[in-house]
């Protein structure tokens, strides 16, 4: 979850250094492994305090 | 020399869009600041959905802050109506999880609502923001040279960078590198 937050972290300072389409990729990635941590999450057989 | 006057709308239309822009992040940043609020000062964890609920809302964040950096343009509010996909999804299976009668809530209800539910309507008012933007402004300016922030904007990134430093920080002392099992 760390590495997430850290990725969204470098997409801001990429942005803010101005690049555009690396900062893109980086998003759509970051939010790609958002869909696989939630997959994660619904399908994990751990008890998992919600 | 003159500008065309289309050429004077235009910026003008520019300057007005990318304020609005900046008012979105200001607020997801608040929001996402109240979130932390909650955490510190009631003792309230996150729990694993409400981390990627926050991750969502800096990706929606992210992309309204590239339009006041690069100028405004439709693939950038594409990628924060995906952020909001993945927002609505996350919360709205929070939801689903605590509504059968037997089964508590997770945290302290706010104004009544568990704060997922808010994560909920901050997305589908978030969708709703985009899209009276996209109907107003709807062509595509990105800027062609090298343009200074205005302060509001650079106010918005500090804001925005900060929250998202802060949660890196907060989940690699609470989860180190794992997933956060809650």
């Known amino acids: ?50 | 020399m003159q500008q065309p006057l289309y050429k004077l709308i235009g910026d003008i239309m520019n300057r007005v869009e990318k304020i609005f822009n900046a008012i979105l992040v200001v607020i997801i940043a608040g929001v996402l600041l109240g979130a932390f609020g909650v955490q510190v000062f009631k003792h309230e964890q996150p729990c694993p959905l409400c981390l990627l609920q926050r991750l969502a809302m800096i990706g929606l964040a992210i992309g309204a802050l590239m339009n006041c950096k690069f100028g405004p343009s439709k693939a950038h509010y594409a990628l924060s109506l995906i952020s909001c996909i993945f927002g609505s999804f996350v919360s709205m299976r929070q939801f689903f999880l605590h509504v059968c009668p037997d089964f508590p809530t997770f945290g302290h209800p706010f104004w009544g609502l568990s704060l997922y539910t808010w994560a909920f309507l901050v997305f589908a008012t978030s969708v709703a923001y985009i899209s009276v933007l996209l109907l107003v402004f709807n062509k595509s300016r990105l800027d062609e040279e090298r343009q200074h922030l205005n302060w509001f904007c650079q106010v918005a990134f500090a804001m925005l960078f900060l929250v998202a430093a802060g949660n890196v920080g907060w989940a690699l002392y609470a989860c180190q590198l794992g997933p956060c099992q809650g």
């Open chain 1, 1 to 50: 979850m760390a590495g997430l937050f850290l990725l969204m972290t470098i997409v801001i300072v990429m942005v803010y250094f101005r690049v555009r389409f690396w900062s893109s990729i980086l998003l759509l990635a970051t939010i790609a492994l958002g869909w696989c941590l939630l997959w994660y999450h619904a399908t994990t057989p751990l008890q998992i305090n919600w």
